[in-house]
């Protein structure tokens, strides 16, 4: 199974998205290495980038109404109490 790293772009930032296409079940499986244990899987890869985008965003609006901040792999940082253009200090 052969996979690909994809940056997908979301309201809340830009994540990677690890896409696979399995030859034996003919689907992509999906997930999301910022987010341990998110997959999802789509039938074509149109279909896969968007269902990753889908994802990532829930994921990220989860935590933002958990109060947290959300840093993307770009290292931009999302939430309510961050300064416009804020860096992650890593």
């Excluded at 309201?11 to 999301?32: E, L, P, Q």
């Excluded at 829930?58 to 959300?70: S, T």
């Amino acid at each position: 199974m052969k996979s690909v790293k994809n940056l997908i772009e979301t309201r809340y930032g830009s994540f990677y998205a690890v896409i696979a296409y399995s030859t034996r079940d003919k689907v992509y499986f999906v997930s999301i290495p910022a987010f341990l244990g998110v997959m999802t899987e789509a039938h074509s890869l149109a279909e896969a980038k968007k269902f990753a985008k889908e994802v990532i965003e829930l994921q990220c609006l989860a935590a933002l109404d958990d109060g947290k901040i959300v840093i993307d792999d770009t290292r931009q940082v999302h939430g309510r109490f961050v300064r416009a253009g804020a860096l992650a200090i890593a």
